[in-house]
């Protein structure tokens, strides 16, 4: 199957396989066992919600599963390429769509992504198979959407199965939550990411792999992302600039004009999240050496920042000079008595 036949998606990462696609779960034995336990039991409940840090694996194992449940056997048949195609009569992946007049996806899963829910459940299914629904993730939907999802799990139709993936609890409504069953994916053990980026077919080294582990916080999208976009490089330069006793302008305008180029956006979200990391470790650092009002200043700087950031990338301003930003007001802190 080629990468055409594939339905392309907003977080699809180049060289990396979709987890349409992907048939093996690794890594999460005891999540994964827990959905053919239910299935086993002949008493399967309606909403599942995968929950864990992101790209760990949860919606591989939720398509992994729908292939199991709609009788695939093995790779290539015709019900898993139905579903690497986005093609199956009896599932439905809710995700973020693409614009209709410019390139790109929304931002949202919209309410009229979710009532697509109530036209494929209206369908009649054949030999009493069960209809599936991947909403991929929750955390994607505004608050319209997820009442509408929320009314369609308190009155599910016959033979309908929910897997929703959800990366933080906190984004999600409670009511959601309550009518689901809750499955956690745990972050990957080293070995478990190693042996998964490994078989990627990425054009990267061993040395590469084992260098991009302590950075992914066990999630194989931010890995996959890292050694895709160039981030590890992007890592080694911030860190020599993170280091430094006093800013290094010229190296920050030459890291700001490298990750804003076009095409580098995946790079450049990396490098803002390898940004508040350090800060959040900074701030935790001065408290175990008893600079309790430095661990305050660096903490109330990650809250500022981020609010700032995320107002900035609402109304598209500049992404170099929000970087600039935010290492101006770093400094100034740290030289704060």
């Known amino acids: 199957m080629s990468a055409l036949d594939v339905v392309d998606e907003h977080d699809a990462i180049e060289g990396v396989v979709p987890p349409a696609m992907a048939r093996i779960v690794v890594g999460q034995d005891a999540a994964y066992a827990e959905l053919l336990k239910a299935q086993a039991s002949d008493r399967m409940h309606h909403g599942w919600l995968l929950q864990g840090p992101r790209g760990v694996g949860k919606a591989t194992a939720a398509f992994a599963f729908a292939r199991r449940l709609l009788g695939s056997t093995e790779p290539g048949d015709a019900v898993d390429r139905q579903i690497a195609q986005g093609a199956h009569p009896n599932l439905i992946h809710i995700t973020r769509p693409s614009n ?191 600079d309790r009002h430095g661990a305050e200043r660096m903490a109330a700087l990650w809250a500022e920042e981020n609010a700032r950031l995320r107002e900035g990338t609402a109304f598209n301003l500049d992404r170099k000079q929000m970087l600039l930003t935010f290492f101006a007001r770093l400094y100034e802190r740290r030289s704060a008595p």
């Open 100 to 290: 209709e007049r410019t390139p790109g996806f929304k931002t949202q899963i919209t309410v009229e992504e979710i009532r697509r829910l109530n036209r494929f459940f209206q369908a009649t299914t054949s030999g009493g198979q069960w209809r599936i629904a991947i909403v991929d993730p929750a955390d994607d939907m505004n608050r319209n959407a997820a009442n509408a999802l929320l009314k369609i799990l308190e009155e599910p139709p016959a033979r309908a199965l929910f897997l929703i993936t959800n990366h933080l609890p906190g984004r999600l409504l409670p009511t959601i939550r309550s009518r689901c069953r809750v499955l956690r994916f745990e972050p990957l053990a080293a070995r478990d990411l190693e042996t998964i980026l490994g078989g990627l077919g990425l054009d990267v080294t061993e040395t590469e792999i084992r260098s991009v582990l302590p950075l992914a916080g066990g999630g194989v999208r931010t890995a996959a992302s890292l050694l895709a976009s160039g981030g590890l490089d992007v890592e080694r330069r911030i860190d020599a600039l993170w280091s430094q006793p006093e800013a290094d302008w010229p190296g920050l305008h030459a890291l700001g004009d490298a990750l804003t180029q076009k095409g580098r956006e995946t790079a450049l979200d990396l490098a803002l999240a390898s940004l508040f990391r350090r800060l959040a470790a900074e701030s935790e650092a001065r408290l175990d050496t008893g």
